[in-house]
């Protein structure tokens, strides 16, 4: 018997449709951005409730630009999770400020809020809140905390398109509600444009402004006028792009649900193979009292201090075993540049244990049924092994 192919932990899924609409953006004789844009921008402010959406060549500038649109510069501080791609705190500092770096809760592996309050001082301009995985954060309380202190809320939603909370205050998608939130679409994610992001922003003369900075400041009138008042990026979409993301927004519930099916499999298999018993963290099984995840990745925390040859020898034998998998993410103050700001190990325990630990196991719509449970097996063969 064949073994079965090699299992990714993520892979995109683009259907003939779209392959055809991005060729004919090719062949159109207009291929930067456009009216694939504009129509990627119209379907996307449907999904966050009527709200203005701008549209990015990726998930970082649109966080750029949020930054200078509530007016973060240098002397500013904006408070973080530890746990996230870089890309989360390289912006703030990419602008000029500080990103105020604090720890994660550890069931849900999101910002503290608890530790966000605590943080907050003279300088603090805003809290930039990321939902690991797709899970939101209380959106209630962190926009409860927001107005107490009169701080801006940059959310960064590159995981969560199709996440909802459903709180005591606020309910619905995560775009529709709060202040200014990014969304990326790079090829990993739930809804790929292969690069790409979006921004949610709360009325048209932000939305302007986003505009510009979009694409080097310049505002245009009439057949030739134009006018630079500040300096913008080059951060724009193109039109191939929007083609790819236009075809995959039809799809984002279908994928949802899907994601949802997978996930469900994934805790039947880790009962089935006592994931627990051995030490395995499995993520929060459906909601954290109101929020609701897209299931953008399902993570394990690993028993990793007791493991032979700890994170690196699981994903080893588990690509071995044909198994691909992924770490999201590494505590990012233990990073050089960050440690050369003084950042220090040992300021951030739960998230210098989860950065430690943590893995990505795979998770898309096109895998099988059949999948979740050949994974969960395989990883508790390799922790049995490894355990010491
Ligand atoms: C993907 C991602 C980003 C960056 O998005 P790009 O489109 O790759 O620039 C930022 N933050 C988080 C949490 C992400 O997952």
Known sequence: MNAPAFLPFTRPEIDAA????????????WITSGPKVQAFEAKLSEIFG????RAFGNGTAT???????????PGDEVITTAITWVATANVIHAVGA?????????????IDLAAVEAAIGPRTKAILPVYLSGLPV???????IARRHGLRVIEDAAQAIGSRWVGRELRGAIGQLGDLVSFSFQANKN???????????????EAERAERLRLQGVKRWGLDGMEVEEPGGKFNL???????GLGQLPHLDAITARRGDLAR????AATRHGLRDLGIELPLPTQAAGAITNWHMFQVVLPADRLAGGRAAVMQALKEAGIGTGVHYPALHLFKFYRELGWREGQLPQAERIGRAILTLPLFPAMDDADPDRVGAALARCCKALLT
């Open 18 to 29: 779209t392959i055809a609409d991005v060729g004919a953006v090719l062949a159109s004789g």
């Open 238 to 244: 193109t039109d191939i792009n929007a083609a790819i």
């Open 138 to 144: 209380d959106m209630d309380r962190l926009y409860a």
């Open 265 to 268: 499999l994934y805790f039947e």
């Open 50 to 53: 009527g709200r203005p959406v």
């Open 98 to 110: 500080r990103a105020m770096l604090v720890d994660v809760d550890p069931v849900t592996r999101n």
């Open 63 to 73: 966080m750029e630009v949020a930054l200078r649109l509530a007016g973060i510069g």
């Open 191 to 205: 809804i790929t444009c292969a690069e790409g992001g979006c921004l949610v922003l709360n009325d048209e003369v």
